[in-house]
């Protein structure tokens, strides 16, 4: 989660009359993943460290996840902080001047001692939220995969489409295409899940371009594999996200239930829990308006967390995202 940007406060009448309508929005089936086989695997795919959390925290905690479990963090090459006065560094102030100012793009000498103070900070904060939620580091395992948070690419954040592409975010796409191949693939093991955000729009009807890139990326390796994917996919809704753009949030669901034949999942949550997870762990990227949104998409459901669980039998009939008109995100002949 890395936005650069707060979410603006949210009108309480406008918040009531969501509420109403989003109770007959979407139907879904109440699966709290209490039926975990030992032999499962599980990958976790996060755009940033802390994302995962947010987005399947609740899930995270119930404990109940197999031996075998996999946790990636793709675009964890940054030098962002929110919460200059919370953090060990005390690197916030310098670190918003330096990755959205004059160096945007261009890694000179002062943002590359920043980007390994930042890196390694987000790396510590993740690793301290695992061990919590997984029950120690020997219960799961972790990989970051050396991919630029959005800035340190010349790239805006709030930009999920392909128009806006350059050349590193095309390069991002083909090389994360790539991994999700080779993890929907060959994973060995019968039951084999993959969990990540969904891109819902961040502070514009737009998501996080690092969001947009790794979905859109799994989807087409799972399209492209066909029948030999052996992983079902579920996508989670992005917080803090969700609950700080209702309405853009809403409608990018109900188009991307439709686009790739998604089922709901009601998974029910601690969201006290959740936040605390979040808050204790991930301090140099909280921003003040994430636990009100966070808390305010738990409760409009009734105290859960919902899931999207995308069907491996309905992969091949998945369509490229509609602003793809070049060839590297253009899908394959599907096996069926």
């Known amino acids: 989660m ?13 918040l009531l009359s969501v509420c109403f309508l989003l109770s007959g929005f979407v139907s879904a089936d109440m699966n709290d ?9 599980w990958f976790f795919f996060s755009p940033h460290p802390d994302d995962v959390p947010l987005t399947f925290g609740g899930l995270m905690l119930k404990g ?9 963090v793709f675009y964890n090459i940054s030098a962002y902080t929110y919460s200059p006065d919370e953090t060990e560094d005390n ?11 004059h160096t945007r793009g261009d890694i000179d000498e ?3 001692a920043l980007i390994n103070r930042v890196t390694g900070l987000r790396l510590r904060e993740d690793i301290g939220a695992l061990n919590t939620v997984f029950n120690g580091k020997q219960n799961y395992v972790h990989s970051v995969y050396g991919e630029l948070d959005a800035p340190l690419s010349d790239t805006d954040t709030s930009t999920g489409d392909f128009t806006f592409y350059n050349a590193y975010d095309t390069g991002s796409f083909k090389r994360i295409y790539d991994k999700a191949t080779h993890v929907l693939a060959n994973t060995r093991a019968r039951n084999c899940r993959v969990f990540l955000p969904m891109a819902l729009p961040s502070i514009t009807r737009f998501a996080h371009i690092n969001h947009f890139t790794l979905r859109e990326a799994v ?3 799972a399209h492209d594999l066909g029948n030999r994917a052996k992983c079902t996919i579920y996508f989670g809704e992005d917080q803090p996200y969700i609950g700080s753009n ?27 829990a959740k936040w605390d997870l979040i808050s204790s762990h991930y301090q140099s990227q909280v921003d003040p308006t994430f636990e009100p949104a966070v808390r305010l998409r738990a409760d409009m459901l009734g105290g859960k967390e919902r899931l999207y669980r995308w069907r491996p039998r309905d ?13 590297f995100c253009q899908y394959k002949v599907a096996v069926d």
């Open 2 to 14: 890395t936005d650069y940007k707060t979410v603006s406060a949210i009108p309480f009448r406008y």
């Open 33 to 41: 993943f209490d039926s975990v086989k030992k032999n499962e695997v």
């Open 64 to 72: 109940n996840h197999p031996p075998d479990t996999n946790y990636t």
């Open 91 to 101: 690197l916030g102030d310098q670190s918003i001047v330096n990755t959205l100012g």
């Open 110 to 112: 002062d943002l590359e």
């Open 219 to 221: 989807i087409k390796a």
């Open 246 to 272: 209702l309405e853009d949030g809403l409608e990018a669901i109900a188009t991307f239930k439709e686009r790739l034949k998604l089922r709901a999942i009601d998974n029910r949550i601690d969201v006290g």
């Open 315 to 327: 992969y091949a009939s998945a369509t490229p995202h509609p602003s793809c008109h070049q060839r």
